[in-house]
């Protein structure tokens, strides 16, 4: 059984830092290679934030490129996502979800998501 568990969440000024963790056990490494971070701002859809696949490879939409990092144990049993210069509009409820990475910006996000931890910035 998929577990997807996110952790980290919390409220943080204009300019701070926060991180975040997903926890996942009972991946199907035979349809599953990466897990991604999604987010959700109130009256918006869900957005791809940052994609990391089984060889370290990564990908980030644009608004997050060189703020946020995202990256994972040698095990596979978590995925980082560290957070710096937050803003604003970075306010959402952050996701993670286990999918395949076909590389560039070609995430395909499976049926596989955790419950979301809160990231409110506030200015």
């Known amino acids: 059984q998929v577990q997807l568990v996110e952790s980290g969440g919390g409220l943080v000024q204009a300019g701070g830092s926060l991180g975040l963790s997903c926890a996942a056990s009972?991946?199907?490494?035979?349809?599953?290679?990466?897990i991604a971070w999604y987010r959700q701002a109130p009256g918006k859809q869900r957005e791809l934030v940052a994609v990391?696949?089984?060889?370290?490879?990564?990908h980030y939409v644009d608004s997050v490129k060189g703020r946020f990092t995202i990256s994972r144990d040698n095990a596979w049993n978590t995925v980082y996502l560290r957070m710096n210069s937050l803003k604003p509009e970075d306010t959402a409820l952050y996701y993670c979800?286990?999918?395949?990475?076909?590389?560039?910006?070609?995430?395909?996000?499976?049926?596989?998501w955790g419950q979301g931890t809160q990231v409110t910035v506030s200015s």
């Open positions: 979800n286990a999918g395949t990475y076909y590389g560039g910006d070609n995430y395909k996000s499976r049926n596989y």
């Open positions: 990391i696949d089984i060889g370290g490879t990564t």
């Open positions: 009972g991946i199907p490494s035979n349809i599953i290679n990466a």
